[in-house]
């Protein structure tokens, strides 16, 4: 997690990429894993697993990630689990730079933020769909007291896309 615990490594890993704008919103987000195996019980939570694992989706491959919205896009590092994952942390990650990827704003089809459920305002669900059928399910804290910058830069990215 060192690579990413701070605002200036996160932006450094980016940079490495060539992900980086004049503006740079950067935030974790988790796999939503609770909408496929709720859908059909804990049998259908191991047939979704499976799914997730044959498909070349590195939103249902990964279980964590390091987004940067920037002024032209949005890059996403994916991170892979180092620790054991009963619940997400990052922690518990490291970023996966042989996975990187990047869409404009044009690539996508749609993209949008909810409150997680009515009972945690403090979890937020990312639904985003791009143009070449690519879908992720992720939830992201609205804080989390090992990224300081997670708060604001999460905050500026719902400002776009929250659902009012």
């Not at 990187?100 to 993209?111: M, P």
């Not at 945690?120 to 939830?139: D, F, P, Y």
Request: aromatic letters at 14%.
């Amino acid at each position: 997690m060192t690579q990413f615990n701070t605002y200036e490594n996160a932006l450094g890993l980016f940079r490495s990429v060539n992900c980086a704008g004049s503006v740079n919103n950067i935030f974790i987000a988790y796999k939503n894993t609770s909408s496929a195996a709720g859908a059909f019980g804990a049998v259908g939570g191991m047939v979704a697993a499976i799914a997730d694992t044959a498909s070349q989706n590195v939103f249902k491959t990964n279980d964590g990630f390091l987004f940067n919205q920037t002024d032209y896009g949005i890059g996403v590092i994916p991170l892979k689990a180092v620790k054991a994952l009963l619940t997400y942390s990052p922690d518990k990650f490291e970023p996966d730079m042989s996975k990187f990827f990047f869409f404009r704003y044009e690539d996508i089809q749609s993209l949008e933020v909810k409150n997680f459920n009515i009972f945690n305002k403090k979890i937020q669900a990312i639904n985003l769909a791009l143009n070449n059928g690519i879908k992720g399910s992720l939830m992201a804290p609205v804080s989390d007291k090992h990224l300081p910058y997670q708060q604001q830069c999460f905050a500026n990215f719902c400002a776009n896309y929250k659902k009012k």
